[in-house]
């Protein structure tokens, strides 16, 4: 069981705070351009956001060499919340759009620098599994309450008190960041690292590493397959079986907590495979969960294939955090965890992109083909890695 010290406890306080606000302030952006004649202004807000994340992980290294990371996340935080003050004080769809861009630049700055910390505050493999399963826990925290903390706050309020309270939170996540760098038991990184990399070269470089190509491979299919069903579940289940909005609210809710939830249950037992072949383990079920949303049209069978398809997939996604962090060595972690975050963001925009090449009376097939296809990889990935897994 690991002990948190009080300064770790406020740095996860700290991350707590501001892993809400890109999601929240993403939300009342968008309700407040809802009402423009515009209606592509949403989408591209959506858009602006992910290429900002996929710019920060590119530049990742660069920056990281001359701050630091303890001064990344601080900088990231305050930055955040002045842009989103700023945003409560003047309304413009030009400046919602920047903001939407760097907000996604910051946040993927941020977690690509949380991710590289969580070593530096544990001592041991068991304490490094804990910490990181809890920081998966608080992002992905922020990708279900986010949304729904912008929209509650809208509802009672207007949109600039909402921006408003929303940039605050994040202000006194930068504060207690202040005091965890003023106190700190996060350990220096050791000036070890090699020139920095940019973000599509290191991706090279990580899968030259034979163990890591591996794993990656079925991971890679996983995220399309999420990504694609995240955008053909809507049309699936409202135009299709024809089930009211509340009825998919209920699905995505329910999805978004298992995704949050399942990684303090399931990571452990899993693990035991070993950390490769668990996180194919995870990607074979998650195919079985596509392939059964395909066939049925119960809704509790969907609620229940839902929960069960989003378990795995948190599962997955920490597992594969703790086996990067402790299969990349110390000297290019700066370069390669930045390029493992580069790969996951450009493997949701092929999932997006696919799904606009799918008609509606093909989407049972699709889903039936991805899943097949993350079924096999996961297969085959658990089979190649088992070995391997069972000798560290």
């Not at 452990?268 to 072949?277: N, R, V």
Request: glycine share 6%; hydrophobic share 50%; charged share 10%.
């Amino acid at each position: 069981m690991l002990k948190i010290n009080k300064n770790n406890g406020y740095l996860f306080l700290s991350l707590l705070l501001g892993s809400f606000s890109d999601e929240a302030a993403q939300m009342i952006f968008a309700l407040n351009l809802s009402n423009a004649e515009q209606i592509y202004i949403t989408s591209l807000l959506l858009i602006l956001g992910m290429v900002g994340g996929i710019i920060a992980n590119t530049l990742f290294s660069q920056i990281s060499q001359k701050l630091g990371i303890k001064k990344i996340i601080f900088i990231c935080l305050m930055l955040e919340s002045l842009l989103i003050v700023l945003s409560s004080f003047i309304y413009s769809q030009i400046l919602y759009l920047f903001i939407a861009f760097s907000l996604g630049l910051l946040g993927g700055m941020l977690w690509s620098a949380v991710l590289i910390m969580v070593p530096l505050i544990t001592q041991n493999e068991e304490e490094l599994n804990t910490v990181n399963k809890y920081t998966h826990l608080i992002r992905n925290m922020g990708f279900m309450i986010g949304p729904i903390i912008g929209g509650f706050i809208s509802s009672f309020s207007d949109h600039q008190i909402a921006l408003f309270l929303v940039g605050l939170s994040t202000f006194l996540a930068s504060l207690v960041m202040v005091k965890v760098s003023l106190h700190s038991s996060v350990q220096q990184q050791p000036n070890i690292s090699k020139k920095a990399i940019n973000g599509f070269h290191s991706i090279y470089y990580l899968l030259l590493e034979r163990k890591i190509r591996c794993v990656l491979l079925p991971l890679i299919f996983t995220i399309i397959s999420i990504s694609t069903l995240s955008v053909l579940i809507i049309v699936y289940m409202i135009d299709i079986i024809k089930l009211d909005a509340e009825k998919y609210g209920l699905y995505s809710a329910l999805f978004s907590l298992s995704l949050a939830v399942s990684p303090l249950i399931l990571t452990k037992p899993i693990s035991k495979l070993g950390e490769a072949c668990g996180a194919c383990i995870s990607a074979t079920f998650i195919g079985v969960g596509l392939c059964m949303l395909s066939i049925t049209e119960n809704y509790i069978l969907l609620l229940c294939w839902g929960i069960f398809t989003a378990a795995f997939n948190g599962t997955q996604n920490t597992i594969m955090s703790a086996f990067m962090l402790k299969n990349i060595a110390i000297e290019h972690r700066e370069n390669y965890m930045p390029a493992y975050g580069l790969i996951l963001q450009i493997s949701v925009f092929i999932g997006f992109l696919l799904s606009m090449f799918v008609s509606s009376q093909q989407i049972h097939t699709t889903f039936i083909l991805l899943g097949t296809l993350t079924v096999t990889a996961g297969l085959l990935g658990a089979y190649v890695n088992y070995q391997p897994a069972t000798q560290n």
